[in-house]
């Protein structure tokens, strides 16, 4: 689904380089994805670090696994297939996203290690950092939240390929932020990510 079917094009560079984007907003552009199990409080996260690095002067923006899905990747379903091309999207997306000097907060289930990697090497091929959050919940936690009753209804078959039930959720196995969702309060999440930017020199152009 991803190969390339356009014929007769070519690369147009720009007169501003990446270093003059980055000093005229004073940050640099980097992507920090957030993947866990479906409730593990990607989102919440998300929200929340947004709220925090605006407040800290940064421009940042969040791409929430639904929220594309309601746009960019509406014609997207769940097979393996559509899962693969939904995170190869948003991996371009999150690249451009940085690349213009946007701190890029990505949360999707993302359950695959290899579309996980595809993500993080179309960013790092082009010197963009890229920050993989592991948001671990337990399953049993996860179903016990279950804000929009997705886990029901897989358990009653209502619901097919359902990561964590009939799907497997592949977890990073080094991710550069480790956040334990079921043990962490929200406050300690976001300040555990900020603190790893700022000790990366992550935060300052």
């Not at 451009?96 to 595809?118: H, K, M, N, V």
């Amino acid at each position: 689904m991803s190969e390339q079917r356009a014929t007769n094009i070519t690369w147009h560079d720009g007169e501003v380089s990446r270093e003059e984007r980055f000093g005229a907003l004073g940050q640099k552009g980097l992507v920090l994805w957030m993947t866990g199990l479906s409730a593990s409080g990607k989102s919440t996260i998300a929200c929340a670090l947004e709220s925090a690095l605006v407040n800290m002067g940064k421009h940042c923006y969040r791409l929430d696994g639904d929220n594309v899905r309601h746009g960019l990747n509406k014609n997207l379903g769940f097979s393996a297939e559509d899962r693969n091309e939904n995170i190869r999207r948003i991996g371009e997306v999150s690249k451009l996203f940085a690349d213009a000097g946007i701190i890029t907060l990505t949360s999707f289930i993302s359950p695959y290690i290899a579309d996980r990697q595809q993500a993080r090497e179309v960013c790092e091929k082009e010197g963009l950092p890229f920050i993989e959050v592991y948001v671990d919940i337990t399953l049993a936690e996860a179903e016990k939240r279950d804000p929009k009753g997705l886990y029901k209804k897989a358990r009653a078959g209502e619901i097919k390929g359902f990561t964590g039930i009939d799907d497997p959720y592949e977890a990073p196995e080094k991710p550069e932020i480790l956040l334990t969702s079921h043990e962490m309060s929200l406050d300690d999440e976001v300040k555990a990510i900020v603190a790893y930017l700022d000790e990366n020199d992550l935060l300052g152009s």
